[in-house]
């Protein structure tokens, strides 16, 4: 069957620390990779999106990694602050789909002052 | 602020009844996504419309269903509801007509219903 797994569910680190998240994807053929992050009660808000011909992607301190072979992202958030505390999915859209996206169960990083 | 709007904010009804959900894309956005959010099925894929055309269907009950209409704006239809359809319903839009290769989604607030 179809799974996007996501590490843990939460995930606690102290400020100032690199915080790193795990997607892991089974029996999915991605275009491409999507990370967002969600806070409590609000929409999904989109951070960065890497394609499955690309190796790693940056966005000022956040860095996106893509393994079609390991079948794996990692998403990290260096120098994290308090501010990055909230939920982390992932989502995957397919070679042979419309864009439309498949989350995974999402991460809740919690980062410690 | 991602530029999708939602109403309502908030829905309570009780089970049986038919409810609709508004959503208003970005501006110059072709596709629009529905997703609903529920504690025990995380954010699941309902339906995309790019341009007014029906483009891919999830997990959508037969008792749901969505058009979207010529100035691009959608609406998500759920009828007899039961106490289960209680979730949180995201629509998301992307692919503006000036990139249509653009597609990162841009998330609205959401409409939390609640069926009782």
């Known amino acids: 069957s179809q799974k996007i797994e996501q590490n843990s569910e939460a995930l606690n680190i102290q400020e100032g620390k690199t915080a790193t998240l795990t997607c892991n994807y089974t029996n999915y053929s991605p275009a491409y990779l999507q990370w967002y992050r969600q806070d409590p009660g609000r929409g999904p808000v989109f951070l960065l999106l890497?394609?499955?011909?690309?190796k790693e992607k940056r966005k000022e301190r956040l860095k996106v990694t893509f393994d079609t072979t390991l079948k794996q992202s990692l998403f990290h958030i260096t120098a994290s602050q308090p501010a990055d505390s909230a939920t982390y999915l992932c989502?995957?859209?397919?070679?042979?789909?419309?864009?439309?996206?498949?989350f995974g169960t999402g991460t809740r990083l919690t980062v410690i002052p | 602020d991602s530029g999708v709007t939602q109403t309502p904010k908030h829905l309570i009804t009780a089970t049986g009844q038919r409810v609709t959900l508004r959503c208003s894309p970005r501006s110059g956005d072709l596709s629009v996504y529905w997703y609903q959010q529920s504690l025990d099925q995380g954010l699941q894929f309902l339906i995309q419309y790019y341009n007014g055309e029906e483009r891919a269907k999830g997990n959508i009950l037969e008792r749901f269903s969505a058009q979207q209409f010529p100035d691009l704006h959608s609406e998500l239809n759920l009828s007899s509801l039961e106490l289960g359809d209680s979730a949180l319903y995201f629509c998301?839009?992307?692919?503006?007509?000036?990139?249509?290769?653009?597609?990162?989604?841009?998330f609205g607030p959401g409409t939390r219903l609640t069926v009782t």
């Open positions: 890497i394609r499955e011909n690309e």
């Open positions: 998301a839009s992307s692919v503006p007509i000036k990139d249509r290769h653009s597609y990162e989604q841009y």
């Open positions: 989502a995957l859209a397919l070679i042979t789909g419309a864009n439309n996206l498949f």
